[in-house]
């Protein structure tokens, strides 16, 4: 099989790394990729926003199957151009990708499939958002209605500060934000693969969203994530395909969008059970890297299947006993303002602790081949280990060798898991 991964962050080089590892896979074309998948995969220049261009990419290497990463082209449609010219691909059609591109759209689908989720109202007036402000009470939840890379959501106890954000949305074109009721409880990733009509869960994950140690600061794409949850509750992943991930599957292909993809179920494991937060449509970045770090399943083999309906026939899949720890390594003033272009070295020395890999997210070679941060998130340092104590401490060793001017982590990933700290709402 070959593949074509698209996109050029961690969570494709962890993509790249797992399809490349199925036996059956002769070759992986990267587009655009980054200077980490190079290592594994063929990367090509294109603009993963031209379905046209992708689809061309992908006849010229006779791939077998297309994945797509990020969001940005799902919701541009990249996903129907490539399907239209004949290849299976991983990852929805515009219509389906609308559950992660419009927040309103999402609750709609929910209330249709009687999926638990926080009560919200769709405001496009500052009036409106004020009398659903005062409805839901504090802690206000307001949601930018559109793709915002995860710093569309603001949560504040302040009513001020609720609306200035929502004044900021609305101001945009089109602008319209969702106010919702704030869900209290540990928030869980679960990504359910799906081909239309069957849903097969991965293992869950626990992402951290704000910038800062202790969950302080702005939120952000995610800083760092684990796998598997030992607090969680046993009958977590069967709860969630049977109330959530299997009405909506159904409920999509009731409206004639069969949600054919990752589905990326964002949890609050509430005292009244899980409630969706978000949904996306791809595999989460971190959470997905902490998850594929221990699958053992032939990973192009299930995507494929995904791909081409074949997933109620796929066998069960299999997961290492290890514990996966994801540390994000930031650059300089992320996520407000990054600083870009610094030199980044170190990677070969933390690659070297023992259960550690790499991967690029934010990084360019300059024009003497020199490794130079390029965007917020620079690298993720994955660890595995019998537990999670252990997978933290090589994930720790190592990003200690990574050097990057001012970069800065959370140094509490996992850390609450690890000491048997979580607790699930009684
Ligand atoms: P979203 O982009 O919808 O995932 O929201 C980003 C983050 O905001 C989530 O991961 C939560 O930490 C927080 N959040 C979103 N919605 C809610 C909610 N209804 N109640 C509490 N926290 C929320
Ligand atoms: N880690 C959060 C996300 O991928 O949206």
């Not at 919200?120 to 500052?126: G, I, K, P």
């Not at 990677?347 to 890999?357: K, L, M, N, Q, S």
Request: hydrophobic residues 45%.
């Amino acid at each position: 099989m070959k593949v074509l991964v698209l996109g050029s962050g961690a969570r494709e080089h962890a993509l790249v790394k797992a399809v490349a590892a199925d036996p059956e896979v002769e070759a992986v074309i990267a587009g655009p990729g980054n200077p980490g998948i190079d290592a594994t995969a063929f990367c090509v220049p294109v603009d993963i926003l031209d379905g046209a261009a992708v689809a061309a990419l992908a006849a010229q290497h006779a791939v077998d199957l297309v994945v797509i990463g990020p969001e940005a082209p799902l919701v541009a449609g990249v996903a129907d151009v490539c399907r239209s010219a004949g290849f299976p691909v991983v990852g929805p059609s515009a219509a389906a990708a609308r559950l992660e591109g419009s927040k309103s759209f999402a609750k709609e689908v929910m209330a249709a499939a009687e999926v638990p989720t926080a009560f919200a109202r769709v405001c496009t007036t500052l009036d409106e958002v004020a009398a659903a402000l005062d409805a839901l009470g504090a802690p206000h939840v307001v949601k930018d209605d559109g793709l915002a890379a995860g710093k569309g959501v603001v949560v504040t106890d302040s009513r001020d500060e609720a609306l200035a954000h929502a004044r900021t949305c609305l101001a945009k074109d089109g602008g319209c934000v969702v106010i919702e009721e704030f869900l209290d409880g540990p928030e869980v990733s679960l990504f359910c693969l799906s081909d239309g009509t069957s849903v097969v869960p991965l293992q869950p994950a626990q992402d951290f969203k704000r910038v800062g140690d202790g969950d302080a600061g702005p939120n952000t794409g995610g800083m760092g994530a684990y796998s598997p949850l030992d607090w969680a509750p046993a009958t977590l992943m069967s709860d969630v395909v049977e109330r959530i991930a299997q009405p909506t599957v159904d409920e999509m292909r009731r409206r004639g969008t069969p949600f054919v993809g990752i589905l990326y179920v964002g949890l609050a494991l509430t005292s009244r059970g899980p409630k969706v937060v978000e949904f996306n449509a791809r595999l989460g970045d971190p959470d997905g890297q902490a998850v594929l770090a221990r699958l053992e399943t032939p990973f192009a083999q299930l995507l494929h299947a995904a791909a081409t309906g074949g997933l109620a026939d796929f066998p069960d899949l299999r997961w290492s006993s290890d514990a996966a720890v994801v540390v994000v390594v930031a650059a300089s003033g992320y996520p407000v303002a990054p600083r870009t272009g610094d030199r980044i070295t170190g990677i070969d020395a933390a690659a070297e602790v023992p259960g550690v890999v790499v991967l690029h997210a934010g990084t360019r070679r300059d024009e003497h081949g020199v490794l130079r941060s390029a965007g917020g998130r620079v690298l993720d340092v994955v660890a595995t280990g019998n537990d999670l104590a252990k997978a933290r401490s090589a994930a720790y060793r190592a990003v200690e060798l990574v050097e990057l001017e001012g970069s800065h982590h959370r140094t509490d990933i996992a850390l609450k898991a690890a000491r048997g700290e979580i607790a699930v709402g009684v």
